[in-house]
């Protein structure tokens, strides 16, 4: 079956960085968009950043410039480089399988991993 488990978050200053690690198995990783979800407490659940099966990406405005998500088919992994981290970053982060920006929504999603920007 279908498994996505997050890795890497955890406590950060702000103006840190921080990468997050997306283990993926029970499907083939390499024809698959991936991407990457955040909630903040009492907010919904927004898109960040998203890699097609070819390696295209597209962003959310908020995180342009400062996050990057790339893939290693040989893995099957998927991974968020978070720099310059703000405290408005802090969320729980949550990996997607085939992830439709538009609608917010996605095949399968991970646990989620918490992310912490401390000011």
């Known amino acids: 079956q279908v498994q996505l488990r997050e890795s890497g978050g955890g406590l950060v200053q702000a103006g840190g960085s921080l990468r997050l690690s997306c283990a993926a198995s029970?499907?083939?990783?390499?024809?698959?968009?991936m991407g990457w979800f955040r909630q903040a407490p009492g907010k919904e659940r927004e898109f960040v950043a998203r890699?097609?099966?070819?390696?295209?990406?597209n962003y959310a405005d908020s995180v342009k410039g400062r996050f990057t998500i790339s893939k290693d088919n040989a893995e099957n992994t998927v991974y968020l480089q978070m720099n310059s981290l703000k405290p408005e970053d802090t969320a729980v982060y949550y990996c997607?399988?085939?992830?439709?920006?538009?609608?917010?929504?996605?095949?399968?999603w991970g646990q989620g991993t918490q992310v912490t920007v401390s000011s």
């Open positions: 890699i097609n099966w070819g390696g295209g990406t």
């Open positions: 029970g499907f083939t990783f390499s024809v698959y968009s």
């Open positions: 997607a399988l085939d992830p439709s920006v538009s609608i917010g929504n996605a095949k399968y």
